[in-house]
């Protein structure tokens, strides 16, 4: 599909709108800061709009949705741009050359959103094929101009992940499906000396979370010679990295079994299949199961799914997060290392650490943080967003 300049409808700030921080670069313009008359409302989600000031000086382009709170991401400042297969191509080349810069292979976070300048999108790549997460209708409107910009890549295969929370709020489907090509079975992925198997089409969002790469580097550093746990361990997450840097052992824990049979078959490619072990259940039953049975490890990682996806649920996810660390914590031998992940947006660094090491207190553990770690620079953040700088990992020393 190909957006033409003209016509386009306009979207207006109120007089008393701070259009500045716009012009600086921030990429959301909020509801109540528009003018939204009958026939602002009544233009479809994902419209692609001229924005300008209260002034009716134009500010740029951007992606039009007046059901959200967020009523406009801005796409480009050129009001004239056209947003068509050229520019999309263009947006993912740029995306594309930052991420081979990084890596000697073309397996990363291609696209991450806003940050990119590709608002509500992400893209995951396995070499020739990518998982693409529409989360806004504007890109929805365009599929076929994303598939053919993935094409320039050499990407052949395109599987539409429609599993995005956000979906929902922009009037989209639920249905997931291959738009070019497709793949049936799991696709290896080496990282950090490691064989994993991401399931594009049946596993847990794209099937692999490249954002963690650095975080299991320097855990896996820590593991040499030492017992691993690896608790919501999806497809092998930290327990292969560390097996392949030396670990004794690694027990990886989660509640789906077709993740674990991933990650074991994972273990047998990466050539510790003996010294790699899974436990399917609930993951703070079997921390409490382990603590009852007197298990002791020298890394032990917990990385569980968002508890606090956003504000409303923030109280109730400090809570999971801070029982986490309280079962976790007694399971860790004297001296050794407790990492705890969190990848809720909404549960800002200093409040996750709060509740990380009051759970690690109340566990009546003593403990020292060694690193604060993020996810990988393929994962940039937009300096003016926040929300896009989500994943936090922290690495206690708890003391002998």
Same mark, same amino acid.
Request: net charge neutral; with cysteine.
């Given at each position: ?58 500010? !740029? ?117 291959w738009l070019a090509g497709g793949i049936d079975a799991p696709v290896p992925v080496v990282m950090n000396g490691a064989t994993y198997l991401a399931d594009l089409a049946g596993g847990q969002k794209t099937g692999l979370f490249y954002d963690q790469r650095p975080n299991h580097a320097f855990?896996? !550093? ?43 078959? !994972? ?26 049975? !007197? ?31 309280r079962l976790a914590a007694p399971l860790v031998a004297p001296g050794g290392y407790l990492t705890l992940c969190s990848c809720s947006h909404a549960a800002e660094l200093s409040k996750f650490h709060a509740a990380s090491i009051r759970g690690i207190g109340r566990a009546g553990r003593s ?34």
């Amino acid at each position: 599909m190909s957006d033409t300049p003209a016509p386009r409808p306009t979207l207006r700030l109120k007089p008393g709108a701070d259009a500045r921080r716009l012009r600086h670069g921030f990429p959301w313009i909020y509801r109540d800061d528009v003018v939204a008359d009958r026939r602002t409302r009544s233009v479809p989600a994902g419209t692609i709009a001229v924005v300008t000031d209260a002034e009716r000086q134009p500010l !740029g382009l951007a992606a039009i949705n007046m059901d959200s709170r967020i009523a406009a991401r801005l796409l480009d400042r050129d009001p004239e741009a056209a947003i068509d297969v050229a520019w999309i191509a263009a947006r993912l080349c740029a995306a594309a050359e930052h991420r081979d810069r990084l890596h000697d292979a073309p397996f990363y976070r291609l696209v991450h959103a806003e940050a990119d300048g590709l608002p509500g999108v992400i893209v995951d790549r396995f070499g020739d094929a990518a998982v693409l997460q529409p989360n806004a209708a504007w890109a929805e409107a365009h599929l076929d101009d994303f598939v053919a910009g993935l094409g320039t890549l050499g990407i052949e295969h395109v599987l539409l992940n429609a599993t995005g929370r956000a979906r929902a709020t922009e009037g989209l489907d639920g249905e997931s499906r291959w738009l070019a090509g497709g793949i049936d079975a799991p696709v290896p992925v080496v990282m950090n000396g490691a064989t994993y198997l991401a399931d594009l089409a049946g596993g847990q969002k794209t099937g692999l979370f490249y954002d963690q790469r650095p975080n299991h580097a320097f855990v896996a !550093g820590l593991a040499k010679g030492a017992r691993v746990l690896d608790v919501f361990a999806h497809v092998g997450g930290f327990g292969l990295a560390a097996l392949a840097h030396g670990a004794a052992s690694a027990l990886a824990v989660d509640g789906s079994a077709p993740a674990l049979e991933l990650a074991a078959e !994972g273990a047998v490619r990466t050539g510790r299949a003996a010294d790699f072990g899974t436990r399917r259940g609930d993951a703070f039953e079997v921390m409490a199961a382990l603590a009852e049975e !007197g298990a002791a490890f020298e890394v032990v990682v917990v990385d569980p799914p968002a508890f606090a996806p956003a504000k409303p649920a923030l109280t109730a996810g400090l809570r999971a997060y801070e029982r986490v660390a309280r079962l976790a914590a007694p399971l860790v031998a004297p001296g050794g290392y407790l990492t705890l992940c969190s990848c809720s947006h909404a549960a800002e660094l200093s409040k996750f650490h709060a509740a990380s090491i009051r759970g690690i207190g109340r566990a009546g553990r003593s403990s020292q943080l060694v690193r604060t770690g993020f996810a990988g620079p393929d994962h940039p953040v937009h300096p003016q967003l926040a929300e896009s700088g989500y994943l936090k990992a922290l690495t206690f020393r708890l003391l002998p």
